[in-house]
């Protein structure tokens, strides 16, 4: 399971993580979307935060009783308790760390975030980042995703595996 903040890459590292292992990959964000026929954003506007973090929790949930897979996760998924806990209980939960400089470089080239839309990305970054460290922090493994390629990244995670 990777966590970790909107731009880090966890999409992709993950992709490239799943055929390094061997495992399949699903992106939690287009399971969301699959379930709701439609985009995350389109479920924000139409339903709101909180209708979106019920489908997350559901989503996530069941795709935690299929058999083991790499699972990139949306950004706000690991701050949810009970997600927490049951991701615990059943993975291996990956927290790809960056810096906000960092992040920002990544998220402006395509931002269609619902909680970036109109918004400065660094103070929203900047808060999200100090609001959801302590979750995050609660990973079974730290990997500084703010230095090199994605590539780099894959290696440190298999390296921390
Ligand atoms: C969110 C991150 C997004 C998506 C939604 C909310 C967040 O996923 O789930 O826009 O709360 O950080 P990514 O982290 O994959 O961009």
Redesign the pocket.
């Known amino acids: 399971m990777l966590i970790g903040?909107?731009?880090v890459g966890?999409?992709t590292v993950g992709r490239r993580l799943a055929k390094a292992l061997g495992l399949n990959f699903r992106d939690a964000?287009e399971e969301v979307e699959r379930a709701a026929g439609r985009s995350?954003s389109e479920i924000?506007d139409d339903f709101g935060e909180a209708a979106?973090r019920d489908g997350?929790r559901k989503v996530i949930s069941r795709l935690l009783d299929e058999p083991p897979m790499v699972i990139?996760l949306?950004?706000?998924?690991f701050v949810d308790p009970e997600t927490r806990a049951r991701i615990k209980e059943k993975g291996v939960s990956v927290w790809l760390q960056a810096d906000v400089d960092t992040l920002v470089k990544r998220v402006s080239r395509r931002d269609t975030?619902?909680?970036l839309r109109g918004q400065d990305p660094r103070s929203v970054l900047q808060r999200?980042l100090e609001a959801r460290t302590p979750a995050y922090a609660e990973a079974d493994i730290h990997v500084d995703a703010s230095a090199g390629s994605h590539q780099t990244t894959l290696d440190l995670i298999m390296r921390a595996l």
């Open positions: 903040l909107m731009g966890k999409t964000d995350v924000f979106f997350e990139a949306g950004g706000g998924a975030r619902p909680l999200l």
